[in-house]
């Protein structure tokens, strides 16, 4: 027998590939439990509604988003403003959401503006750390909004520049970002751990 997890998820990516190939238009419960070979029994058994499904595709692209902004600030830890970095360096990872996807929740969205409550949460959340670690969260804000328009851009198939352009793009907002100062607790930290590491090691010299 198949297990929840794994019909869901199976119902999910059938959505996607829905809309991939038909349009966001096409995103239908008849049209996504065919796709995924379910009964719409089966679809309604995990998503009560249109509305439902669209909430679930948006919870997974919102888990891999995060998922991929922890590892790049998980990378970045050495440097100044991790996370506004990994912030930006993961709007690449949203690129490769199709926009017939995006289209199909951006849709849904405005119809029932309560369907993007988790996007807001998670973009509150996000905001919420960039205040705590840069001295300057305008200036922060300002490029992950620089960031936010160019993939809206490429969502809705308007960008006036091609890919590679895109990536230095935001590696060029990523490169800002470095500039912008930490927060003197955030500096106070990273000295203490600097002077600590610096005793540690004159410690094990003497020894």
């Excluded at 038909?22 to 996504?32: F, I, K, M, Q, S």
């Excluded at 988790?118 to 840069?134: V, Y």
């Amino acid at each position: 027998m198949q297990q929840a997890g794994t019909a869901r998820d199976g119902i999910l990516d059938a959505a996607q590939r829905v809309a991939a190939r038909d349009g966001a238009g096409h995103v239908t419960l008849d049209a996504v439990a065919r796709e995924a070979g379910v009964s719409k029994g089966g679809v309604l058994y995990h998503f009560p509604g249109k509305d439902a499904l669209i909430a679930g595709m948006l919870e997974r692209l919102i888990g891999e988003f995060d998922a991929e902004i922890a590892r790049l600030r998980a990378e970045a830890a050495d440097g100044p403003n991790p996370s506004l970095r990994a912030m930006i360096g993961a709007c690449s990872r949203m690129c490769d959401v199709g926009r017939p996807v995006a289209m199909a929740i951006l849709a849904a969205g405005a119809q029932n503006p309560d369907l993007l409550t988790p996007l807001r949460d998670s973009i509150a959340a996000h905001m919420k750390q960039l205040e705590a670690e840069c001295a300057d969260p305008d200036r922060a804000f300002l490029l992950c909004a620089a960031a936010d328009g160019i993939i809206f851009q490429h969502m809705l198939g308007i960008a006036p520049y091609d890919d590679a352009r895109r990536e230095r793009l935001l590696a060029e907002l990523c490169v800002m970002a470095r500039e912008i100062p930490l927060n003197d607790s955030n500096t106070t930290s990273e000295a203490t751990s600097s002077d600590a590491s610096q005793r540690h090691g004159q410690t094990e010299a003497q020894s």
